[in-house]
């Protein structure tokens, strides 16, 4: 994940107590699955353009659900990820499809005030004050 990574300044993106939170969080959903839903959760350590391709099938349908996040690292990493295993699936004769979803807001992207692929408000004043009138589904 992009999280682990250092800046391009040399500090980690990711701090000890975040990356214990992460940990432990991650644990605690695994334990639930398993527990509630008598299912697993799999988790990896590399990037995900690293194990993806192991869990394809020639088979089936694949479908790649991700969430979508407007800043420049998830933005870059997003593109090269989707470039990546389009180009991996199509060598392979893969069937792959992606569905994205919007989770940056509470707010509906088509209801913003803005279009976030052109503008994103720089703090949390300027996207209140963009947002005050627009409507939560």
């Known amino acids: 994940m992009q999280e682990w990574n250092q800046t391009e300044w040399g500090t980690t993106r990711c701090g000890s107590f975040r990356a214990k939170f992460v940990i432990e969080s991650v644990e605690a959903l695994r334990e639930r699955y398993q527990n509630i839903l008598g299912s697993q959760l799999l988790v990896f350590s ?42 991996f699936c199509n060598s392979n004769q893969i069937s792959l499809s992606f569905k994205t979803f919007w989770i940056s807001t509470i707010y509906h992207i088509d209801d913003l005030d803005f279009n976030p692929n052109e503008w994103v408000p720089k703090n949390k004043a300027l996207f209140l004050d963009k947002t005050s009138q627009t409507k939560v589904r």
Request: proline content about 5%.
């Open 46 to 87: 590399e990037f995900p353009h690293e194990f993806i391709p192991s869990l394809l099938s020639k088979e089936r349908d694949n479908i790649i659900v991700n969430l979508f996040d407007h800043n420049s690292v998830d933005m870059k990493y997003n593109e090269f990820f989707k470039n990546y295993l389009t180009e």
